[in-house]
Structure formats: C-alpha cells, structure tokens
C-alpha cells in the first residue's frame, strides 16, 4: 500500500543523491560561500570589539545620559598619563615641558588639557584660611597653652589666673599638643596635591612609626625626600633603588582627554598617535639613560586586546579538547576531522551574521565562537554517530547517508529547537548584552544545525566515506537487559536522594557582589619591562573608588550641593562618603573667610611674641610655620586658584563652578556597597532641576542591577519555554512527564552543587558574565532527554534493546555532551576571572545535566516506557 512521505523523506532522498553525484561541486560551493560570508567578518564592516559596558545599557538609563553630558561638558574623567623616568631630574622636567607641548600642538581635537606641574604654594601660603574656624581656635589655644608652659619653665612667678587652682603650676613636664587634626584633608575635601600643603603640620605618632618599622622587614621608603625642593611639585617621586643604590626620578605628563578609555576606537587612535610621540622622544639622544611609557586608565587598551587574546587562546584550547574526545569515541582520526570541520564551517556564518547585524561583538558575544564550537558539534556528532549504525545494514554510502539524515532531522529540529528558544528568551532582557548574544547565539545553533545536515554529508562524500563504528558496548557484556534497567534504577533512587539534599543547599545560590572575583588576575611578573611604576611616593586621601561627577546648570546648585555634604559628612557621619570637591573646596565663602581672618589675626598676634624664641621640638617648628602662615591678611577668589587646580573643575568650554566630585567611602569591589552609594549620592535635585551624576562605577551597577533584575524573569520563562517545548515534543502525557522528571532532577542537582559550593568555599556563584549561561545550560539540558526518548519510542527502532540504546544514543549524547564541556573548558584557562565562571557554570550544570538525562531517561525507558512486546 502506497503511503504519502515525509517532508524529511522527500528532501533525504532529493538532497543526498545530488550532492554525491555532484561532490566536487558541491564542496566548491560551499567553500565560495564561505569565503563571501568571510568578507564582512574581516573587510567590511569588519567585526569589531566594544568592551564599553554603557553600550550595553538602554539609552534612556540615567547614568547613560550622564556619562554622555560629562563627556560634551568636561570630557573623560580618566586620566591619561606619559610617563618619565630618569636619574637626572631635571631632565625629566624638561621632557615634562616638551611633552606637554608636542601633545597641545600635535593633538588637537583629542586633548582638553594637559598638566605638568602642581604647585601648591597657593595652598600653602593661605593654609590657614581654608581651616575651619574651630581648627583654628584650637592653635589659638594651643599658642595660648604652650606660651604659659614656657612662661612656667623660665618664670617661676608666671601664675595662669584662668586656669585650674588644682594644676601643679610648677610642673615643667611638656604637654602633648594636637595642633592639627589628622581628619583634616579629608574635612577639607582638597585634591592630593592641594592637601600635601598640609603634611608638614601632621605630628607624627611615635608608638605607630616604631610598630610600622618592627613590623616590615625594609624601612618606609620616602620617594619624594630625593627629590630636588624646587621640583617636587612636579616630579611624583622615585622607587625605592635597587642593589646598585641608583637613584632614578618618576615624572608623568597628565592629560585630559575628550573621550574615556572604554571607548575602542578612540583609544585605539590615541595609542596610535603615542606610539608616534614615544618614537620621537625615543629617537632623540639623552645625556643619560632614559625611559617612556604610557600610564593610566588608557592602557586599559591592554585589557580590550587581553579580552580578544583570551577568546582565541580559549577557542584554541577547546578545539584541541574536542578533538582528543572524538577521537576517543569514533576510535578514529577521521571521525574527528569531519565533525570539528563541520562546526567550525558554522563558526562563519554566525560571525558573518553578527558583523553584519551588529558591526561589533561585546563582551559576551566575542566568546560565542567557543560556545558554538561546544553546542554546535552536537549534531554532527548525532548526525555521524547515527550513520555508524547503519554502515553495516546499509550496501552504499549513498544510502547510509540519506537514512542518517531522514532519522535525524526531525530530532534535530526538536532539539535546536528548544536551545533556540532558551537563547531568545533574552530578547526580553532589558540589558543589551543579553538579547545580543541570545540572537548571535540563536543564529549559530540554527547554523550549526544546518551545517550538519547540509555540508557535513559533502565532506563524508569527499574524504571517501565514514570511520567504522567502535566495536563493543560501554556496559559489561554479560549483563542482561533487565540486569542493565535494574542498575539505572539504582543510580536514580540514588539522584532522588540527592535531590532532596539539593534542596536544602539550592537556597546558598548567590549572585557575586565581590567585584575583585569578576576582573583579570593580575600577574606582576608578566608586566613589560619598560613600564614605569607611577605610584611611587604617592598618597591618596580618597577612597579606592572612582568620583561621581555632579553637573549642574548653575553654580549656585553646586554650592547647594556642598552645604549638603558637609551635613552628611560632619552631621550625619555618612560612612559611605569619603570627600567631594566643588569650587566652594577651593573657594570658601567670603564670609567664612572673613571670620577665619579674625581669629588668623589673633593667632598672629600670639605667634609673633618673643617668648615663643624659646619653643622646643616640634613645638618650635609648629611656631615657625604659623609665624609663615599667619602672615596672611585678605580672602580669595577664584581668579586667585592654580590653573591646575581649577582645570580639575574647568569645563570644555572654560568655564568653572557648575560641575562637582563625590568621592565614595566604600571599597571599590563592593558592589552591594556600591549600589548603596548610587542610591544615596546618584540623584540630586536644586531648584526644581534634577542634576545628572556620572560616575563609570554608576555604569557598573546599573549593569549588575539590571542583570540580577533579568535573570530572575529569564529563569521563569525558560522553564515555560521548555516545558511548552516538551509538551509539543512529546505529545503523550507519558513522554512529557518522563521528560519533565530528568529535566527538573538535572535542575535541582545542578543547584543543588552551585548552593553547596557557595555554601562551603564561595565558589560558583552567579555573576554579570556567567548568567548567560544559564538559559544555554537548560536549553541544551533537555536535548539529552529528547534524544533518548526519540530514539526509543520511534517507530523505526521498534527492536531496540536497552543496551542498543545505551551504546547508540547514549555513546552520541555522552560524546556531544563532553565536547559541549569541552568548549567551555577554554574559559577557565583564561585570566578573566568573569569568564572563567563561565567556564566554571557551564562545566558544572551541562555535566550534571548530561548525568541525570543519562541516570533517568535510561531508567525511565527501561521500566516506564517499555516497549510491546513483539513476540509472545
């Protein structure tokens, strides 16, 4: 009787009898295709990468809008460095100068400004009325205290009218003075520089030198003492000298620049234009050896190469994997060569696609070549290992091949079907990274799949045919199908166990807030030799976190603003606030001046007295300095401050006073402290005007807050997708329920052992990077399960034992569930430790995955959906 075929039937029978009559030609084509699809990959547009986390947000994100007004007002925030080094100090001076000019002569239209020299005589010369009247009342009295103590040592019949009846006024025992507050740069809330004009005033605590020194093996070194006085303000010091005892002197050349270091092609064109300055300085003959190099957030350069680097070296490394283990499970050479060439033909347009739909590749996206090597190979892998089994029962190649694809395609369809879904269900993430690699993601599985059902028969034809099957069964031979059915029974009483323990540990799941965990290993024997160690004699008096910038309309919201931190800090003694600099830190108020003046008169008055001739120690040197200091009789104004100083707050277009810095009093890692420090000091509103607050931390968070908020909603609607996928894959209630039981133990082990990591070594938590792979992990999860329970229910292995289905579909679900490991694998030898836990997640949920599909779709087969029997 005659029975109308099958789509899949129809095309076998069409597309495999062309292809092997027309073999040569077939191959040519699909190598002209694959040279055209590498033409916008490599010419034009040419794939590109952004390693900008702002791109990845919406547009209409706050920080977003921040960061893009901080660059059309002041430019990047980063700082951009050229460093010097050399043991003639003043010839570093001088290439400071040159420098400086060959930048402001030769870049323009990059640079806003350029700053060689911070001189803070300014500061120093009118220290005293930027003290707070308090501080200054407190010298008064300390001047006041010290001329009666003299007065007592040298006078005898000197008596202190005011003071306490009980004190001994013949005691010449000295008393400990605080003249200064050691809080007092960050009260002011000067910039470093400003505040170094503070340092000599600081009394040094004696107990806390001694236990400094006892406890380090090397004394303190100070790399500012060797320089020359009259450079000090412009060199930053010098490293603690070698065996040899040479002394070498760092100097920088500090530039603003129009455009931050996460910007790719800008950085890139101001690194090309470095080496061009580097190579003229270089070229030039100096009295004494000298050296360059580029300093700064800048070099973050590195960092966008590094992360480029790390997806090759990682491909690399899971392609060589990958072929080890097919050449492990086909037993053969051929195998191996059939199966990577095919996935790696689906690598071409998957990245075709992505430079012609998106022009570049993001963070996550630059890795998926690795992941398609690992998802893709799956189905040449199935599509190979399935005509392996029909090479004996079939008489041509021709035939084997034709029935290999008719049995797999409708399998094929299923499973990309379900990992197609899992992936563009992060097109309903709001965060750009998500839904761009979804899609990219989507492509290559749908690829890959095409790939192997396509042209993976055209290179079987052209290298001649198949490697024979591996001879013997992974399960000891002398045991029974019932024998076979009652062991996987056993290891699923044993996954049910377990499963009820991962209960109890799914609740330690946690996502990442420690920053340092997410960022590159830093390994300082692998630093170039030529690179300059600017952080030499340097002290910093802001936290490790970088400034919110605060723009306003008028300068007058900035003073507002000030007032307004100056509560927190003082007042309220908000702990996550550190300092911030607004002109009003530079420029106190007139009238705050005016009343410090009174009290600077007084301490003038005081100082100048004769008897203070006769001072000891610090005390004499405290004298001096005020006697220099107090000599100060009139207020400021904001023409009066360095240019240097106010470039910090000097806008493109020259003006000043409408822009603010908030530094934060939490360390940089913490993320959870960081997304504190947004909510509190990211919105501020003056005058019925909401004033933008930038800070690239700002980005940072928002990307985490974004991703926490998505991955909780993708979850949900993966597991609806994939359910909904079942119930369409299977459509009696036992496949489907069979189905849902290995799918929904391989997702509560997998929690299961990510909780009980965290649990016990804070290990395996979800993070920014890894949390795509959760949607990748699941979708390919069930592909295990459909594949068993396809294979055993189809109508055409009606005679399949348990054991035929354990060395056929279970050797080819094992096989393309390694490799799938395999490409991961790549992750974890790179020094990213955020892509290393996608290496980490990924190896951890596709082998639990790949563990239970095997445990419980064997078992369930073997004693659920047992086949009729065919003979009685």
């Known amino acids: 009787m005659n029975t109308k075929k099958s789509f899949t039937e129809r095309f076998s029978q069409w597309y495999i009898p062309l292809v092997c009559r027309n073999k040569n030609k077939a191959l040519a084509f699909y190598i002209l295709l694959a040279i055209l699809m590498a033409f916008p990959i490599l010419v034009k547009p040419g794939l590109k990468l952004d390693a900008d986390l702002s791109h990845l947000l919406p547009e209409n994100t706050p920080s977003v809008k921040a960061l893009e007004e901080s660059y059309q007002r002041f430019g990047s925030t980063d700082r951009f460095m050229i460093a010097i080094q050399s043991d003639d100090a003043y010839l570093v001076a001088a290439l400071q100068d040159s420098i400086s000019d060959y930048i402001r002569k030769n870049w323009q239209g990059d640079v806003v400004s350029t700053q060689v020299d911070n001189d803070n005589k300014f500061f120093k010369d009118n220290a005293l009325l930027y003290l707070p009247v308090k501080h200054l009342e407190r010298i008064r009295d300390n001047l006041e205290d010290l001329q009666l103590e003299i007065g007592r040592k040298n006078g005898p019949l000197v008596v202190d009218l005011l003071g306490d009846a009980s004190a001994d006024s013949s005691s010449t025992e000295k008393k400990e003075r605080i003249w200064f507050d050691a809080n007092l740069p960050q009260e002011l809330g000067l910039p470093d520089e400003a505040a170094g004009a503070f340092d000599s005033f600081f009394k040094k605590n004696k107990e806390e030198t001694e236990q400094q020194v006892a406890s380090s093996d090397k004394p303190k070194w100070d790399g500012k003492k060797p320089v020359p006085e009259d450079l000090k303000t412009r060199l930053i010091g010098c490293p603690r000298p070698d065996s040899t005892g040479k002394i070498l002197f760092n100097g920088i050349v500090n530039a603003k620049l129009i455009r931050p270091s996460t910007d790719y092609e800008f950085v890139t064109h101001i690194l090309e234009r470095t080496d061009s300055l580097l190579a003229f300085f270089r070229s030039k003959t100096y009295p004494v050896p000298t050296r360059f190099s580029v300093e700064g957030t800048y070099e973050g350069l590195k960092e966008v190469d590094e992360v480029a680097n790390d997806s090759i070296f990682s491909f690399g490394v899971s392609l060589v994997l990958i072929v080890l283990l097919t050449m492990f499970f086909f037993r053969s050479v051929k195998g ?282 610090e005390d004499s040197a405290n004298v001096a300095t005020l006697r220099k200091l107090s000599s100060v009789d009139r207020a400021f104004e904001a023409k009066d401050i360095p240019d240097w ?167 080819n679900v094992m096989a393309s569930s390694t490799t799938t490991i395999a490409g991961f694998v790549g992750f974890l030898f790179t020094t990213h430790r955020g892509l290393q836990g996608i290496g980490h997640l990924a190896c951890i949920g596709i082998f639990m995955f790949l563990v239970t599909s095997v445990i419980f779709s064997m078992y369930l087969c073997g004693s659920w959906l047992k086949k009729k029997e065919e003979t009685k």
């Open 645 to 811: 100083a106010l470039d910090l707050l000097r806008e493109k277009d020259g003006s000043y006073g409408k822009i603010g810095f908030i530094y934060g009093g939490f360390q940089s890692w913490d993320a959870k402290a960081l997304h504190l420090f947004q909510d509190r000091y990211g919105h501020w509103d003056f005058d019925g005007e909401k004033l933008r607050t930038f800070s690239s931390q700002f980005i940072l968070s928002d990307v985490i807050q974004s991703v926490k908020e998505d991955s909780f909603s993708l979850a949900s609607v993966i597991i609806i997708v994939i359910f909904g996928t079942l119930v369409i894959s299977f459509r009696k209630p036992k496949y489907f329920l069979a189905g849902c039981v290995s799918f929904g133990m391989g997702t509560l082990l997998t929690l299961g052992v990510l909780g009980c990591l965290t649990h016990f070594f804070e290990f395996g938590k979800i993070s920014i990077y890894n949390v795509i792979v959760i949607p990748m992990t699941l979708g390919i999860g069930i592909d295990a399960t459909i594949h068993f329970i396809t294979s055993w229910t189809s109508n055409s292995n009606k005679n399949m034992s348990i054991r035929q289905l354990f060395d056929t579909t279970g050797r």
């Open 336 to 617: 191996p060569i059939l199966v990577t060439a095919s996935v790696l033909y689906a690598c071409i347009p998957t990245l075709a696609f992505t430079a012609l739909f998106y022009g570049k590749m993001n963070p996550f996206t630059v890795f998926v070549a690795s992941i398609i090597l690992g998802i893709g190979i799956d189905y040449s892998i199935h599509i190979l290992g399935t005509a392996q089994k029909f090479l004996q029962k079939s008489s041509t190649l021709e035939e084997v091949l034709e029935l290999a694809q008719r049995r797999m395609l409708k399998p094929f369809i299923l499973a990309s079907f379900t990992t197609v879904a899992a992936f563009l269900t992060l097109l309903t993430a709001h965060f750009r990274g998500f839904y761009e690699f979804g899609l990219v993601a989507s492509m290559g599985v749908i690829f890959s799949m095409l790939t192997s059902v396509l042209v993976l028969p055209v290179f079987i034809k052209c290298m001649g045919g198949i490697p024979a099957a591996p001879k013997g069964s992974l399960l000891p031979k002398s045991w029974s199908d019932a024998k076979i059915v009652s062991f996987f029974k056993v290891l699923a009483f044993i996954g049910f166990a377990l499963g009820i323990v991962a209960i109890w540990f799914a609740r330690d799941v946690d996502f990442e807030h420690n920053l340092r965990n997410l960022r590159r290993v830093a390994i300082e024997k692998t630093e170039k030799k030529d690179r300059i160690g600017t952080g030499e004699a340097r002290s910093n008096n802001r936290a490790s976190s970088t400034p919110a910038a605060v723009m306003g309309s008028k300068s007058e919201q900035l003073d507002l603003l000030y007032d307004t931190l100056m509560v927190r800090l003082h007042v309220e003694h908000d702990t996550l606030l550190r300092s911030f600099l607004t002109l009003k830190t530079f420029v106190p108020p007139l009238d705050s001046q005016e009343r410090r003046l009174e009290v600077i008169e007084e301490i003038r008055d005081l100082v100048e007295a004769r008897v203070f001739d006769r001072a000891e120690g």
